[in-house]
């Protein structure tokens, strides 16, 4: 389905949803951290869309925002696309969990916060992953530092 | 108290601790399993124990000291790790790689998903017990890593690719060396069958063990033989073809039954089908140049940039974030073995010990791809 | 001094000349202990010096060719290193279970060593229930694998000690019954007659369907009673670290290793003798030379212990549960269907003699 197609079904649902082609290869959809599972859900569910195979999930550190970036793939229809969820909360960002729409969701969404510290609403299992219970701080966000391990150029 | 922490520890239960230093290999995987008798309640995989920051350091590199970090990533499908990196820089910057280079690509990266299925195969018995089955997977990765060392002079972490091409040319042996492989390697495939897939005792501890269907290979985000096994077609060179892909003809192997003996016969398949994708291109490499003259300092223009590849193990992901500079602003790979790690829990609860070696073994693990 | 090939017979006479009766007596059973105990050590040696050659000739290696000509003392330097190895021991394990089990395994073995026909008159133990014997003392061995591994406190062995335990026993029965069958021609229990009766042909070819079926029932049981591969889930490496033996180390571990291979012998050692006419050289070329006994005994051992290895380098291993099934919905109705057929046989007068 092109991409104009989707934007056509999909802002059908939610109204104030940002569209943008620029700057990346597939349609990008930003979506407010309240309508993220409400979209989600309807992504998966709708069968003209059938996003059922969610295989990418990135933390993303804006500087000011912290979010996460979803890709997205229908096995039916085969197309891709590209949805973007920021919060400004940097203390305590919070998001709902999409781990009961893709099972593949609980493993990325425990290392997103074992890197970032975004903490998901209803997951099953929110622990750290790869890094011990007891460390401090966040790794991938811009503002970490740690003078004995890393070596910056 | 919260109910994880009550079910771990019911009377009857035993926690058994398949501790990171394996007897047999896989890397450094640590498993928590809860059983009882025989019978598994619960696997949970504890990783981390070979991070080594791939995505912070990323961050820091310029693009030509990247390719060089991917393939510490999935040490057995090297090549199609730089491949990866390479394709997304190139696509990004819209650069014309030549035909020479896009043909040379995809043969090596079939000669590295060959000397993956080798390895996998051989440890593949091991670990159901055949021990001999090593050493005859190993003794025919050894000709390809020959072949590799005289044109690229490593034989595990190769760095041949780079952004614009190849680092140099093939050896004027290549292409003799290849085709002596293919046809030595066409006998050995049948003696590899004889010996273990053709065995009764291994039928028996394949079939029907570890059933993954094909809604919940989706949902887990499987990829690679893993969601072959169940049906699911994925293939990456067939539905976003990249490289020389698009120009030769090959079957997706396929089946639908789901259990670990049909994600054993898709690698089996897939190797056949390595072989015809190579003998269809060997004879015909175009002349040209092995690379295209870049910049010493490669920036990517702004935007965001994905590309996916299939390795040995599936669908490998690089997304590059950038905001312009010489480095990436954000760099994620997207590892074939993590989700396909995921779903280890939910093919191997209800089934004995012995079963979760077998469907382990089948998955195809490598632990630096899921930990990076 | 008569020295004849009955060396019982032979050393007691010798000492009878310089002791009393009784004193010869039991002067005679220690001294014959004590070469049976070096045959046990040097031919435990050599077993698994053996095995490593043909394990390294399956996998296309050379082996262990450097310490000695063709790796002759290799296992000389292994026994020399596990020797000096320490002794640990678990904090809370059942000190005097511990140290005991590997003894059992050991002294079951020996047992069983002592009855065998190595030649005419070269028996340590002539006992007339010979076969009977030999299957007794072969579950005495159990013990010691289930003391070592409940006494060693360790979940580990523990579970690898309820597999081989329940392994063996099940498998037992189907070793006694395939030897059974073969009891049915001979009429004797005596190892030494039954090697006698098979001047008339080896019993394998006096019995033939029933007694090819009854060979391999053997085979298939006696690797499995050893806890050899395909049977080998007990220390199956790549699960559960090393089964009962985990917590043993240097000479007692070095028990439970030696035993496994004499009882590979012992295993290969009965099926020559009850199957394939013990000393006995075939159609009697070397009749009349009798010491000669010895080497075909040790040939035919040898083919058969390396058809033993031989499973053991190439099929993968069966689950427990499916090695259970296999015996008890399988092998057993098989092996008594096959009693029945072998009685008949010997009733019509079938059977084939030479």
């Avoid at chain 2, 018995?125 to 190993?138: H, I, N, P, Q």
Wanted: proline share 3%; with cysteine.
């Amino acid at each position: 389905m092109t991409n104009e197609a989707l934007q056509n079904i999909i802002s059908s649902w939610i109204p104030e949803l940002e569209f943008t082609e620029e700057d990346s290869q597939f349609l990008t959809i930003i979506v407010k951290p309240e309508q993220l599972h409400q979209l989600m859900s309807q992504l998966k569910s709708t069968s003209e869309t059938n996003f059922d195979y969610l295989f990418c999930v990135t933390g993303m550190d804006w500087g000011k925002e912290l979010g996460v970036i979803y890709h997205l793939e229908s096995t039916t229809h085969r197309h891709i696309i590209v949805v973007k969820v920021k919060t400004e909360d940097k203390e305590n960002p919070t998001l709902d969990t999409v781990s009961n729409i893709w099972r593949t969701a609980e493993f990325h969404e425990r290392e997103v916060f074992d890197f970032f510290g975004i903490k998901f609403n209803n997951h099953p299992n929110l622990k750290r992953l790869f890094l011990t219970n007891e460390w401090d701080g966040f790794p991938l966000r811009k503002d970490y530092v740690d003078e004995t391990n890393m070596i910056i150029k | 108290m919260d109910t994880t922490t009550v079910n771990n520890f019911k009377s009857e239960e035993y926690f058994i601790n398949m501790g990171p230093q394996h007897p047999a290999t896989h890397g450094v995987l640590r498993l928590l399993l809860t059983i009882d008798g025989e019978i598994i309640k619960k696997v949970e995989p504890d990783l981390g124990y070979i991070h080594r920051s791939i995505e912070k350091m990323c961050e820091r590199d310029s693009y030509q000291q990247i390719v060089h970090l991917t393939d510490r990533m999935d040490y057995l499908s090297s090549h199609i790790n730089n491949e990866a990196v390479c394709l997304t820089v190139e696509n990004a910057l819209q650069l014309e790689i030549p035909e020479r280079v896009k043909v040379i690509r995809t043969i090596i990266g079939e000669l590295t998903r060959i000397a993956s299925h080798c390895l996998w195969w051989g440890v593949m018995g091991m670990d159901v017990g055949a021990l001999t089955t090593y050493f005859y997977g190993f003794r025919d990765r050894e000709m390809i890593n020959d072949i590799f060392e005289e044109t690229c002079g490593a034989r595990l972490t190769m760095n041949y690719n780079i952004p614009g091409g190849l680092m140099f040319d093939i050896h004027p042996n290549f292409v003799k060396r290849t085709k002596e492989f293919v046809a030595h390697f066409k006998t050995k495939i049948p003696e590899y069958n004889r010996l273990l897939t053709g065995n009764v005792i291994f039928q028996k501890r394949m079939k029907g063990v570890g059933i993954l269907t094909k809604e919940d290979a989706i949902s887990f985000g499987a990829s690679g033989p893993v969601a072959r096994g169940s049906g699911y077609s994925c293939d990456v060179r067939k539905h976003h073809p990249y490289s020389a892909l698009d120009k030769v003809t090959f079957k997706e192997a396929l089946k639908t039954e789901g259990d670990s003996l049909s994600r054993y016969e898709v690698r089996i398949q897939e190797m056949w089908e390595s072989l015809s994708i190579i003998e269809q291109l060997i004879d015909n490499i175009p002349e040209g140049e092995h690379k295209v003259a870049t910049k010493a300092v490669i920036k990517l223009p702004k935007g965001e940039f994905y590309q996916k590849v299939e390795t040995a193990r599936g669908e490998l992901g690089v997304f590059i974030n950038s905001t312009g500079t010489k480095n990436p602003y954000r760099l994620k790979f997207r590892s074939p073995g993590f989700s396909n790690l995921s779903l280890l829990n939910h093919i191997a609860v209800g089934g004995k010990i012995g079963d979760l070696v077998a469907s382990m073994a089948t998955l195809d693990l490598v632990i630096p791809d899921i930990d990076r | 001094m008569n020295i004849t090939l009955s060396i019982t017979k032979t050393i007691y006479e010798f000492l009878a000349g310089y002791l009393s009766n009784d004193a010869a007596n039991i002067g005679t059973m220690v001294t014959i202990a004590l070469i049976y105990l070096a045959i046990f050590a040097v031919a435990g040696l050599y077993l698994v010096l053996l095995e490593r050659k043909v394990a390294a000739w399956f996998q296309l290696r050379i082996g262990p060719n450097r310490v000695g000509f063709w790796g002759l003392l290799q296992t000389m330097a292994d026994a020399l290193k596990l020797v000096s190895k320490e002794l640990t021991g678990t904090v809370k394990a059942d000190k005097f279970l511990y140290n005991l089990a590997p003894y059992f395994v050991i002294v079951s073995s020996l047992m069983a060593l002592a009855v065998f026909p190595f030649t005419k008159e070269f028996q340590a133990f002539d006992i007339n229930i010979g076969v009977f014997f030999l299957i007794a003392i072969s579950s005495i061995g159990v013990i010691g694998i289930l003391l070592g591994g409940w006494a060693s406190n360790n979940k580990f062995a523990l579970i690898g000690a309820m597999r081989s335990g329940v392994q063996t026993i099940s498998y037992e029965l189907s070793v006694g019954l395939s030897l059974l069958t073969m009891i049915l021609i001979t009429g004797t229990l005596q190892l030494s007659e039954i090697v006698e009766i098979q001047k008339n042909g080896w019993l394998i070819v006096q019995g033939h369907i029933p007694a090819i079926i009854a060979f391999m029932i053997y085979m298939i049981a006696g690797t499995a009673e050893t806890n050899r591969a395909p049977f080998d889930m007990v220390e199956a490496e790549s699960e559960l670290g090393a089964g009962f033996h985990t917590e043993y180390s240097g000479m007692k571990f070095a028990y439970f290793f030696l035993a496994e291979f004499i009882n590979m012998f012992i295993i290969a050692a009965i099926a020559t003798t009850v199957f394939f006419g013990g000393w006995l050289s075939p159609f009697g070329i070397t009749e009349s030379i009798p010491w000669l006994g010895v080497f075909w005994f040790m040939g035919k051992t040898l083919v058969l212990v390396f058809l033993i290895m031989w499973f053991r380098w190439t099929f993968p291993r069966l689950r427990v549960d499916q090695l259970l099934t296999l015996e008890w919905k399988y092998l057993l109705p098989l092996n008594l269907l096959n009693i029945v057929l072998m009685a008949l046989i010997v009733w019509l007068n079938l059977t084939i003699q030479f």
